[in-house]
């Protein structure tokens, strides 16, 4: 028999800083350009992200987060794309 020898893979670099649970930049000019390239869509994702984020962690009392979660599911219903009717023949 012969000796496998494993490779082993460098662990991931953690990122220096991680903000709403799941986004992790190097450096503050890291963020900066994120938030410059966020288009509508993104930003919209990205506030429901952050609401559901605050809501893990307790940050909305019951009636609030009834609110909020209209609210949210009011954005992503007008935001899915609408059906086309096709013609039939």
Do not use: W
């Amino acid at each position: 028999m012969s000796d496998i020898q494993e490779t082993q893979k460098p662990a991931p670099k953690e990122p220096a800083f991680t903000i709403l649970g799941t986004l992790g930049f190097d450096k503050v000019e890291d963020l900066d350009q994120f938030t410059e390239k966020l288009d509508i869509q993104s930003s919209i994702l990205l506030l429901i992200h952050a609401t559901n984020y605050a809501q893990a962690k307790g940050c909305y009392n019951f009636a609030e987060a009834s609110v909020i979660a209209k609210a949210i599911r009011n954005l992503v219903k007008t935001a899915e794309p609408k059906k086309q009717d096709t013609p039939t023949t």
